[in-house]
């Protein structure tokens, strides 16, 4: 009985460290050396776990347009950081500085993210650097 016992939280242990194990960390995706800070307009925003999406729509210098995706913490994490469901429709333009993905892909970790009107929120980055 006392062997059963055991080998179930065992097992439970187990299982609830494996969410965390499969995890990525910063290094493993993002180069802190690849600062970046980019404007555009919000396209979408998704609300997920372990990490939420911004996608924007940036204009390069060329007056091309670009479509970027910011990972930031966890859609529990930005609420509890004052993050509201309707603090970013489509079209709102924003400034986010973060780093860029290993890849060299349009993909970067949202650090800071600031409105027009001068408001940040603080987007949950996973870079151990990033101001929290």
């Not at 494996?18 to 396209?43: N, Q």
């Not at 990490?51 to 529990?76: P, Q, S």
């Not at 780093?99 to 650090?111: E, F, K, V």
Request: aromatic share 10%.
């Amino acid at each position: 009985m006392r062997g059963t016992i055991l080998s179930a939280t065992i097992a439970a242990a187990l299982c609830l460290a494996a969410p965390a194990i499969a995890h990525h960390s910063f290094a493993a995706e993002f180069d802190a050396d690849k600062p970046i800070k980019l404007t555009g307009k919000v396209v979408e925003m998704r609300w997920s776990n372990p990490h939420a999406w911004i996608y924007l729509d940036v204009t390069g210098a060329n007056g091309k347009v670009e479509r970027w995706a910011f990972e930031t913490g966890a859609a529990n994490g930005l609420f509890r950081r004052g993050w509201r469901k309707e603090d970013l429709p489509a079209g709102t333009v924003l400034v986010i500085q973060g780093w860029q993905a290993r890849n060299g892909s349009n993909t970067a970790n949202a650090g800071s993210i600031t409105f027009q009107d001068g408001r940040r929120l603080f987007a949950g980055s996973s870079n151990p650097n990033a101001e929290k």
